[in-house]
Nanobody, 125 residues
């Protein structure tokens, strides 16, 4: 089993920045990919970003490219999501997820085996 704990959410004004963290514990050696998803009220869960644990290859949804950066610290078993130039449309609960599947697509929820509880990000206009 892998446990994921997010932190770093909060309230920020439009144009501001936040950095989310997701710390993994347990059988972390099994993690191949980590990702961030978000869900706004009344909307479906949306892929945001992902990173391959060994290669560092990254993936982003088009709406956050150039504004968000996903990174990892292998020694700390932690993945980060730096979010800049936030706008109200970014308001959502952000969840991190971990996958142990080989050669699985990084952008689909079905790839992921473990999920965190989520952290609220609210961007005011």
């Amino acid at each position: 089993q892998v446990q994921l704990v997010e932190s770093g959410g909060g309230l920020v004004q439009a144009g501001g920045s936040l950095r989310l963290s997701c710390a993994a514990s347990g059988r972390t050696f099994s993690i191949l990919t980590m990702g961030w998803f978000r869900q706004a009220p009344g909307k479906e869960r949306e892929f945001v970003a992902a990173i391959r644990w060994s290669s560092g290859n990254t993936y982003y949804v088009d709406s956050v490219k150039g504004r968000f950066t996903i990174s990892r610290d292998n020694a700390k078993n932690t993945v980060y999501l730096q979010m800049n130039t936030l706008n109200p449309e970014d308001t959502a609960v952000y969840c991190c997820a971990a996958s142990k599947k080989i050669l699985a697509g990084a952008t689909t929820p079905q790839t992921y085996d473990y999920w965190g509880q989520g952290t609220q990000v609210t961007v005011s206009s």
